[in-house]
């Protein structure tokens, strides 16, 4: 079937195809290229929610949006990241996206303002029945696909996480969550405070305060934070002497490698690392007082995701007196900003709730097999890629301890795998299968970070043994996802 048809079809209010892929950001426009490489005899489509690509990097606005893993390990595998800066910015990542949606022609693949709000399985009829949303037309329209594949990232993309605060209507100043910030907003010379001591907050800070008049950080408890150069020096140099791919495959596996070793290292020497960490801070800061208030966490490290810091920019702002932080409790907002438990209070013309994502399982859509719906909680995650008893679907789920991409790719991959499989042995189906029920189930991902926990019960589950635990080391899952048995007796094929 040639592009022209399949675009023809895939309009109409009924269509097939064979391989859905559902949402068009990272991970969506990677398993699109590897579907293309891979599978080229397959049909396959992508439907974006939104009206434009990019996920996460389209999504989000606020001011100095960046990533927290370096762009070699962040990047895909086919595509080198070419930019000098290894910590880029938004804009920076979503040209990376679209430029690889243009060169391997995915952009003619993707339908915009379709978002799948319910999925059916029929073992009757092997195949998926998704029922698409627009609002930019009434009611909704059907098609079917063999195969489903959810790109759709681990949040809600529609709110980001809002705690109720005591007297937030009382406040007469802005109040703005960093997921819906206002493009035009002007905050020069303005007193700002932002709640939060996570990645968002780390990254808005330092920039916020080259224009406000003050900004001051509010976190209930410290956050491991580690400074990093903007640009990889080494990475720059192999790219100056080597050809473009071998340079970027020796760089992405320095990486690799590196933040493989910091995490195990944090798991094996939790106080030895924390004394490291500490000490890196303690160097920027130049301030002992500053630091024990401020800067101790009351977790190991990597318990929760560390804090990037490109060029020590917030301890500079720090220093520079632009930026003060307070470890306390909100107590209440009041008409001019925010009172603390411990008396203190902060006047803000804006404040900024950067306090978390909002997890959402599969974009949200309802999902049923044979007129049963899923309840995730119920269900444990096979390879960390499929869940139990869901036949014929996928789910890209990256990493919490690297780079997100870094496992999508290799999920991407044995979706292919498994896919050109089932077209050998003549299967229509492939549906994981636990049969050791007295196997002992654990939370989807081991990390205490306040979204994943408020979130857990909207996870499926992990096992504790064979390829029903969730992995968290790239050089694991290459053995996992590019060399496991796909006769293994907890995958059941259906025939023809």
């Given amino acids: 079937m040639n592009l022209t048809n399949e675009l023809h079809l895939f309009m109409t209010p009924t269509s097939h195809i064979d391989v859905l892929i559902v949402g068009a950001g990272l991970s969506g426009i990677s398993a699109a290229v590897h579907l293309t490489q891979r599978c080229p005899n397959k049909t396959y489509a992508i439907l974006e929610a939104r009206s434009t690509m990019g996920g996460t990097w389209a999504l989000f606005k606020y001011p100095g949006i960046r990533s927290d893993s370096d762009m070699y390990t962040l990047g895909?595998?086919?595509?080198?990241?070419?930019?000098?800066?290894?910590?880029?910015?938004?804009?920076?990542?979503?040209?990376?996206?679209?430029?690889?949606?243009?060169?391997?022609?995915?952009?003619?693949?993707?339908?915009?303002?379709s978002k799948v709000i319910d999925a059916a399985w029929s073992s009757k009829t092997y195949s998926w029945t998704i029922t698409i949303a627009s609002d930019q037309a009434e009611g909704t329209r059907d098609l079917t696909c063999n195969f489903l594949f959810a790109c759709v990232g681990y949040y809600n993309y529609d709110h980001g996480y809002t705690p109720e605060f005591v007297g937030k209507d009382d406040y007469k100043g802005q109040f703005i969550h960093p997921q819906q910030w206002p493009t035009d907003l002007d905050y020069k010379d303005?007193?700002?405070?932002?709640?939060?001591?996570?990645?968002?907050?780390?990254?808005?800070?330092?920039?916020?305060?080259?224009?406000?008049e003050k900004v001051t950080m509010l976190q209930r408890s410290p956050t491991y934070m580690v400074s990093a150069h903007r640009e990889d020096r080494v990475a720059n140099i192999l790219r100056a002497i080597l050809p473009a791919m071998m340079a970027y495959k020796v760089?992405?596996?320095?990486?690799?490698?590196?933040?493989?070793?910091?995490?195990?290292?944090?798991?094996?020497?939790?106080?030895?690392?924390?004394?490291f960490f500490l000490k890196g801070v303690k160097k920027e800061l130049e301030d002992n007082e500053y630091l024990n208030k401020h800067f101790i966490p009351k977790y190991n490290p990597w318990e929760q995701r560390l804090c990037l810091v490109p060029d020590g920019d917030l301890f500079e702002a720090i220093k520079a007196d632009r930026v003060q932080i307070f470890t306390d409790h909100i107590e209440r907002f009041?008409?001019?900003?925010?009172?603390?438990?411990?008396?203190?209070?902060?006047?803000?013309?804006?404040?900024?709730?950067?306090?978390?994502?909002?997890?959402?399982?599969?974009?949200?859509?309802?999902?049923?097999?044979?007129?049963?719906?899923?309840?995730?909680?119920?269900?444990?995650?096979f390879r960390g890629a499929m869940m139990q008893d869901v036949p014929n679907m996928a789910l890209a789920f990256g990493y919490t301890n690297a780079s997100w991409t870094l496992k999508c790719d290799l999920v991407s991959e044995y979706v292919c795998r498994l896919i050109n499989h089932m077209d050998k042995i003549?299967?229509?189906?492939?549906?994981?299968?636990?049969?050791?029920?007295?196997?002992?189930?654990?939370?989807?991902?081991?990390?205490?970070?306040?979204?994943?926990?408020?979130?857990?019960?909207?996870?499926?589950?992990?096992?504790?043994?064979?390829?029903?635990?969730?992995?968290q080391n790239y050089k694991k899952d290459i053995e996992s996802f590019r060399e496991s048995d796909l006769n293994e007796s907890e995958l059941e094929y259906a025939m023809a």
């Avoid at 992405?252 to 004394?275: D, E, F, G, Q």
């Fill in 251 to 275: 760089i992405r596996w320095k990486n690799i490698n590196m933040s493989i070793l910091v995490y195990s290292a944090c798991k094996k020497w939790p106080n030895t690392m924390r004394k």
């Fill in 334 to 381: 009041t008409e001019s900003g925010i009172e603390l438990k411990s008396g203190n209070t902060l006047d803000a013309d804006i404040v900024v709730c950067a306090t978390g994502l909002e997890l959402q399982l599969l974009g949200g859509m309802k999902t049923t097999v044979d007129g049963k719906e899923l309840h995730a909680p119920d269900l444990v995650c």
């Fill in 190 to 212: 303005k007193k700002m405070v932002v709640i939060g001591s996570g990645a968002t907050a780390v990254t808005l800070v330092p920039v916020l305060a080259e224009q406000a």
């Fill in 76 to 113: 895909y595998s086919f595509k080198p990241w070419s930019d000098p800066e290894a910590i880029a910015d938004g804009p920076a990542i979503l040209k990376y996206i679209n430029e690889t949606a243009r060169e391997y022609e995915i952009d003619k693949k993707i339908q915009y303002n």
């Fill in 426 to 471: 003549g299967a229509k189906s492939c549906t994981p299968r636990l049969t050791d029920h007295n196997m002992e189930k654990k939370d989807f991902v081991d990390f205490s970070s306040g979204y994943f926990q408020r979130g857990v019960d909207k996870l499926p589950r992990q096992g504790s043994k064979g390829p029903w635990v969730v992995i």
